[in-house]
């Protein structure tokens, strides 16, 4: 049987707060520790009928073992999301390096919208030192990186330009091509602006439409707009228009599940209704 490790220190038995548990807030707090939908951060995704079916637990063993766990503070808990954080989880499982802090930012990326991130917040500049900033804007950091770089190469290979596609520095700076102002007019996130362009350009020398480019701009927008997304949790558009190719699930429209453009939901086939209720799909 393999799987990921964690480390669970030997005084867990000792401490004073898991002595005063019972029995049953014990045992659960040692699975939500090492359950096998957990990650590297100790802030996932955990609805409680997961719970109950990994533990062969009722929903009534299950409610006053886990109010205990809240009051005792071990677990943060958000009702409506079903998203769970250990606070001191980092503490025992600490991120070693920067690969792996950014390996953590995918994993806050994938949550969603939740009332617990001020707490992760906290956890990480308290348990991360050094890598509390990548596991928060991981992405960012990491275009400001290949910036660098790139801006680097650059200087170095002086490419030819292409005023269709390339930026022109002027005396009152950098004029972007007015094709690229079309797709960042629509974007609903203005921040990266220099990496988006990179992006963007590299699509466009392989063939990509810039109509498509714009389509996909203003569908997402819009879906961020009709799910009221918090703009931290909007994609930075070197992530959008970036090689993963995100932006065609927007080319066409807004993607399954999204709200129409007319107020209504796209329809989702009845198999599919617990998967997306639990972010699964």
């Known amino acids: 049987m393999s799987g990921r490790y964690v480390r669970i220190a030997t005084k867990f038995w000792t401490d004073e707060k898991v002595r005063q548990l019972s029995e049953d807030a014990r045992m659960l707090y040692m699975y939500i520790l090492t359950s096998p939908h957990s990650n590297m951060l100790g802030y996932f995704m955990l609805p409680k009928p997961y719970i109950q079916y990994d533990m062969q637990w009722s ?16 677990i943060k808990y958000d009702e409506e999301t079903s998203v769970i954080l250990v606070p001191k989880f980092l503490k025992y499982n ?14 806050f990326c994938e949550l969603p919208t939740n009332s ?16 509390a900033e990548l596991l928060l804007n991981g992405m960012a950091i990491q275009d400001q990186d290949q910036d660098q770089k790139q801006d680097q190469d650059q200087k170095k290979n002086k490419p030819e330009t292409d005023p269709q596609l390339d930026i022109q520095k002027t005396d ?17 996130r203005k921040v990266k602006k220099k990496a988006a362009w990179r992006k963007w350009k590299a699509r466009r020398k392989e063939g990509v439409e810039n109509e498509d480019l714009i389509a996909a701009a203003k569908n997402y927008a819009l879906d961020c707009q009709e799910n009221k997304t918090e703009e931290k949790f909007i994609q930075h558009g070197s992530t959008f228009f970036g090689p993963d190719e995100h932006y065609v699930d927007y080319i066409k429209g807004l993607p399954r599940g999204s709200p129409g453009t007319n107020g209504e939901p796209n329809e989702i086939p009845e198999a599919d209704k617990l998967e997306n209720k639990y972010h699964l799909i």
Do not use: C, M
Request: charged fraction near 35%; aromatic fraction near 14%.
């Open 59 to 74: 929903a009534e063993r299950l409610d006053k073992p886990f109010r205990e766990l809240l009051d005792k503070g071990l």
């Open 94 to 107: 600490p991120i070693h390096n920067k690969n792996q802090a950014i390996g953590g930012y995918k994993k």
């Open 116 to 131: 617990l991130v001020k707490e992760f917040e906290t956890v990480t500049e308290r348990f991360a030192e050094g890598y």
């Open 172 to 188: 009152k700076g950098n004029v972007y091509p007015s094709e690229f102002e079309k797709v960042w007019k629509h974007y609903p």
